[in-house]
């Protein structure tokens, strides 16, 4: 023979194995190219029923009787619940397509410890993650400042995910935090108690009435909507500093409420005090006044 009739065997053998390999029958009567036909209607009505499931789960999470879950711990559970299963489906798809699974197995465990050396953060998020929804300590909305070896982080709490919490600044900006850092953080929720108290400081000279500042201060808010009809309003001298006297504000407002009232507020004691004839010292005065002595 010669070579080229070598090399046209060679290739007539190479698709036999092929044809054989995709449409022999196996011991149950089903050729390979069935069994690929098979896992993949089996990965096709997973997605559908999987899909179908969370949408359930979202629906049931949402009704009103019963105790109420948190929008962290429905996203959470939800996104286990759907690895879990994609899990199971692929341990199936893997039997349909008649890989052996022990061999398999072995390689698995080596790559797992491999992994959870490498991995050790992330699994630690993963974990971090189940106990943070589980105490509700932080949900979803809650307004919170984390303060950890790598700084401060305030915002509103988006989501959180099997290995990071997202929160949304005021500035619009989005900042992730590893929820291993999260535990190990100090966090302040400005919103957990459904309530949350302004302080609002202002300065005004010794010459001015005191008396009639604070009425003042108690006037711009007394028609407020957004107090919270059970919480203490008042208006004291906070503290005689050395050339002001401090008046301090304070009032009980709705957490989404508070920026909106104090950021408010500044302009209406400036408007006011001004009108009333009430001088609030600026830098200038101070200075002049060290110079006079």
Same mark, same amino acid.
């Given at each position: 023979?010669?070579?080229?009739?070598?090399?046209?065997?060679?290739?007539?053998?190479?698709?036999?194995?092929?044809?054989?390999?995709?449409?022999?029958?196996?011991?149950?009567?089903?050729?390979?190219?069935? +069994?690929?036909?098979?896992?993949?209607?089996?990965?096709?009505?997973?997605?559908?029923?999987?899909?179908?499931?969370?949408?359930?789960? +979202?629906?049931?999470?949402?009704?009103?009787?019963?105790?109420?879950?948190?929008?962290?711990?429905?996203?959470?559970?939800?996104?286990?619940?759907?690895?879990?299963?994609?899990?199971?489906?692929?341990?199936?798809?893997?039997?349909?397509?008649?890989?052996? %699974?022990?061999?398999?197995?072995?390689?698995?465990?080596?790559?797992?410890?491999?992994?959870?050396?490498?991995?050790?953060?992330?699994?630690?998020?993963?974990?971090?993650?189940? %106990?943070?929804?589980?105490?509700?300590?932080? +949900?979803?909305?809650?307004?919170?400042?984390?303060? &950890?070896?790598?700084?401060?982080?305030?915002?509103?709490?988006?989501?959180?995910?099997?290995?990071?919490?997202?929160?949304?600044?005021?500035?619009?900006?989005?900042?992730?935090?590893?929820?291993?850092?999260?535990?190990?953080?100090?966090? /302040?929720?400005?919103?957990?108690?459904?309530?949350?108290?302004?302080?609002?400081?202002?300065?005004?000279?010794?010459?001015?009435?005191?008396?009639?500042?604070?009425?003042?201060?108690?006037? %711009?808010?007394?028609?407020?909507?957004?107090?919270?009809?059970?919480?203490?309003?008042?208006?004291?001298?906070?503290?005689?500093?050395?050339?002001?006297? &401090?008046?301090?504000?304070?009032?009980?407002?709705?957490?989404?409420?508070?920026?909106?009232?104090?950021?408010?507020?500044?302009? +209406?004691?400036? %408007?006011?005090?001004?009108?009333?004839?009430?001088?609030?010292?600026?830098?200038?005065?101070? /200075?002049?006044?060290?110079?006079?002595?």
């Amino acid at each position: 023979m010669t070579t080229a009739d070598y090399a046209y065997q060679g290739w007539v053998d190479f698709w036999q194995r092929f044809a054989d390999f995709f449409w022999k029958p196996d011991d149950h009567g089903l050729n390979y190219l069935s +069994r690929i036909a098979i896992a993949l209607a089996i990965i096709i009505v997973a997605w559908l029923l999987i899909k179908l499931l969370a949408l359930i789960l +979202r629906k049931a999470f949402k009704v009103k009787k019963g105790p109420q879950v948190d929008a962290s711990a429905k996203y959470f559970a939800i996104q286990i619940i759907k690895f879990i299963l994609w899990l199971c489906v692929g341990f199936v798809v893997a039997s349909v397509l008649k890989f052996d %699974l022990t061999g398999v197995a072995g390689i698995t465990s080596a790559i797992t410890v491999a992994l959870g050396l490498a991995l050790q953060d992330l699994i630690g998020s993963f974990f971090s993650g189940i %106990l943070i929804v589980h105490q509700k300590s932080i +949900r979803t909305g809650d307004y919170i400042l984390v303060k &950890n070896a790598y700084g401060e982080s305030e915002g509103v709490v988006d989501k959180i995910h099997f290995f990071f919490t997202y929160l949304k600044t005021t500035q619009g900006q989005t900042v992730i935090i590893p929820n291993r850092n999260m535990t190990g953080a100090v966090i /302040t929720n400005f919103t957990l108690l459904g309530r949350r108290r302004i302080d609002y400081n202002v300065g005004v000279s010794y010459d001015a009435d005191v008396i009639k500042a604070k009425e003042i201060l108690l006037s %711009l808010i007394k028609d407020e909507e957004c107090l919270l009809p059970n919480g203490a309003v008042e208006a004291y001298v906070e503290s005689l500093g050395p050339y002001y006297v &401090n008046l301090r504000l304070r009032c009980w407002v709705k957490p989404e409420n508070y920026w909106k009232l104090y950021n408010q507020l500044s302009e +209406r004691v400036l %408007l006011a005090f001004r009108e009333a004839g009430i001088t609030i010292p600026s830098s200038t005065d101070y /200075t002049v006044k060290k110079i006079a002595e």
